[in-house]
């Protein structure tokens, strides 16, 4: 499955994993659970892990961006964990389509990212 989610620090962070390459349906698990974590905790915290991940269909693209679009405000950090230097870019990318702090942290410096995540 390319992406696993599990739940940390009561809920308050979600570590999403993903592999392979995303496509449309991945989306369908991600976004209903993202959504029920936010309504019972309000702004979450993500643990973006690309280990493995290969990026996404075009499809997926899409629903990629529908969802940074509708939850633009429900994610109060973002650590970006990778193994890539087009995934440091990533991190770049991603800070204007969300109110989010966002960091990369390469995969060795885990636990900086789960600390960053984690202060106040």
Do not use: C
């Amino acid at each position: 499955m390319p992406i696993q989610l599990h739940e940390e620090n009561g809920g308050r962070v979600l570590v999403v994993h993903v592999s392979g390459k995303l496509v449309r349906e991945d989306y369908a698990q991600f976004v209903p659970e993202f959504e029920r974590l936010v309504g019972q905790h309000g702004k979450l915290r993500l643990l973006f892990d690309m280990t493995g991940f290969h990026g996404w269909e075009l499809s997926a693209a899409w629903e990629d961006l529908k969802f940074g679009v509708k939850h633009f405000s429900d994610i109060e950090r973002i650590a970006m964990l990778g193994e890539a230097k087009w995934q440091h870019g990533m991190a770049a990318f991603a800070k204007p389509f969300t109110r989010a702090a966002v960091r990369y942290f390469d995969h060795a410096d885990a636990a900086d990212a789960n600390k960053w995540l984690g202060e106040a």
